[in-house]
């Protein structure tokens, strides 16, 4: 059991420039997030997601896309990179909603270098 | 906008010192949890608080949840350099964010020995 796992665990990107950031979970979780960690500012919604097919916005979820085809799968793709996108992003995921009082599991994070 | 402030924001101390760090809001919050990450590793859930007045204990880490549940804070007795990590508190707002997560911004703690 992997738990979150994220892929990759490093990149730079040039300004302009497309890439996934790929989640996958094996806990057969309904719930899974994207969050944004900059230096000193804690973490921040970028997407969710209650289940495959469904996806909505967090606080932060402009020049970022997502989708859920699959239960276990949750890419996160920028379509045109900005250094202000630099950032750490992590997966998480839970089995039901968080006003439950849920746990929620953690990848080890993608650190995202825009120049 | 709901917000969960933390303090202090960086807190160095010996090995065997006491600590505590605090987690406040003007919101009112349905749940509260309190995470530690290390660097390069995404956040590890430590506790999760529900109800007003909430005192629960973990070896040596004691949290407690606000009787008006909006505040929280988490003391450590004799600090050990293996608590040293980055502390975060996050909550679930009453009938915001859809029960999503806030986070508050962390308590950056060292702990030397």
């Known amino acids: 059991n992997a738990g979150v796992t994220q892929t990759p665990k490093f990149r730079i990107l040039k300004i302009g420039q497309s890439m996934t950031l790929q989640c996958t979970q094996d806990?057969?979780?309904?719930?899974m997030y994207w969050y944004r960690q900059d230096p000193g500012m804690g973490l921040k919604l970028i997407y969710y997601s209650v289940g495959a097919g469904i996806t909505d916005k967090g606080e932060v979820p402009n020049g970022y896309n997502v989708s859920r085809s699959t239960t276990e799968d949750f890419p996160l793709r920028l379509e045109l990179a900005a250094p202000s996108q630099t950032s750490v992003y992590f997966c998480?995921?839970?089995?039901?909603?968080?006003?439950?009082?849920?746990?929620?599991?953690f990848g080890p994070g993608t650190r995202l270098t825009v120049l | 906008t709901q917000l969960l402030e933390q303090s202090p924001q960086f807190l160095s101390i010996q090995e065997g010192e006491n600590l505590t760090v605090y987690c406040n809001s003007s919101?009112?919050?349905?749940?509260l949890q309190w995470y530690r990450q290390e660097p390069g590793e995404g956040p590890v859930l430590l506790v999760t608080?529900?109800?007003?007045?909430e005192v629960k204990k973990l070896k040596r880490l004691t949290f407690q949840f606000g009787d008006a549940r909006k505040d929280s804070s988490l003391h450590i007795t004799a600090a050990q350099p293996g608590d040293t990590g980055l502390y975060l508190c996050?909550?679930?707002?009453?009938?915001?964010?859809?029960?999503?997560?806030?986070f508050g911004k962390g308590t950056k703690l060292s702990v030397k020995p």
């Open positions: 919101s009112v919050f349905s749940s």
């Open positions: 998480a995921s839970t089995r039901e909603r968080l006003a439950g009082a849920d746990t929620q599991y």
């Open positions: 806990m057969n979780h309904n719930y």
């Open positions: 996050a909550g679930v707002s009453v009938g915001g964010s859809q029960g999503n997560l806030i």
């Open positions: 608080v529900v109800t007003g007045g």
